[in-house]
């Protein structure tokens, strides 16, 4: 059964600094990772999708990496800015073509001015 | 594209009635859709998945005559909490599939239940 760990679960960081999130999952026979945010009391926003051929994605200040073999992604986040505060969930999706992804427990990423 | 919505965003009811929550792909037929609950500073847990016209498989432990889904048509799954308590208050989010792997979320729906 695939696991998946996020760490930190969480992070306060001031605002300009970079900063790396980890993902960590047990079973590297996956087809794509996803990287989500999600706002307090809100719904998921889909941020980068990285296929199972890929090695990273780029979007804006964002930077998503893979490494199936050590089973690892992070998520770089550049110049970090008060907005950037919510929570970042990892899901994996297996490679037996299931839509069902699984879910990290997210880190909680607080950014003060 | 790809986008999904759900109604209500939030509810708060009386312990022991029935709550409906709907799920609807707004441009696109959905071939699966999904069902989450996710309880304060957690993560995602999957509930039960849809497919249009046939019942819903649910997960293990999740009770299926608690948690009542429906998949109408191919753009619309609904969600019935039946005789709901406060241990069911939650945030729902349902999620839907149509031709990649990847599936589209909903903005989910706080329940309270009083």
């Not at chain 1, 550049?78 to 839509?99: F, K, R």
């Not at chain 2, 019942?55 to 999740?62: C, D, N, S």
């Not at chain 2, 729902?92 to 990649?100: D, G, K, L, M, R």
């Amino acid at each position: 059964k695939q696991e998946v760990t996020q760490i930190p679960a969480a992070l306060s960081v001031p605002e300009g600094e970079n900063l790396v999130l980890n993902c960590s999952f047990t079973d590297s026979a996956i087809y794509n990772l996803q990287w989500f945010r999600q706002d307090p009391g809100k719904g998921l926003t889909s941020l980068l999708l990285i296929q199972s051929s890929q090695r990273e994605q780029t979007s804006g200040r964002l930077n998503a990496s893979l490494d199936k073999s050590s089973g690892r992604s992070t998520l770089y986040i550049a110049a970090s800015q008060p907005g950037d505060s919510a929570t970042y969930l990892c899901a994996v999706y297996g490679s037996g073509g299931s839509y069902i992804p699984t879910f990290g427990r997210g880190t909680s990423l607080i950014v003060h001015p | 594209g790809a986008v999904v919505s759900q109604h209500p965003s939030w509810v708060i009811c009386k312990s022991g009635t029935s709550v409906k929550i709907e799920c609807r792909s707004l441009d696109f037929q959905a071939t699966t859709m999904f069902w989450y609950r996710q309880f304060p500073k957690q993560s995602l847990m999957l509930m039960a998945t849809s497919n249009e016209g046939s019942k819903a498989t649910y997960e293990q432990g999740v009770e299926k005559d608690k948690f009542l889904i429906n998949h109408a048509s191919l753009t619309l799954s609904t969600l019935t909490v039946t005789s709901a308590h406060p241990e069911d208050s939650s945030f729902y989010i349902c999620s839907a599939h149509f031709s990649s792997v990847e599936q589209f979320f909903g903005p989910g729906t706080r329940l309270t239940v009083l």
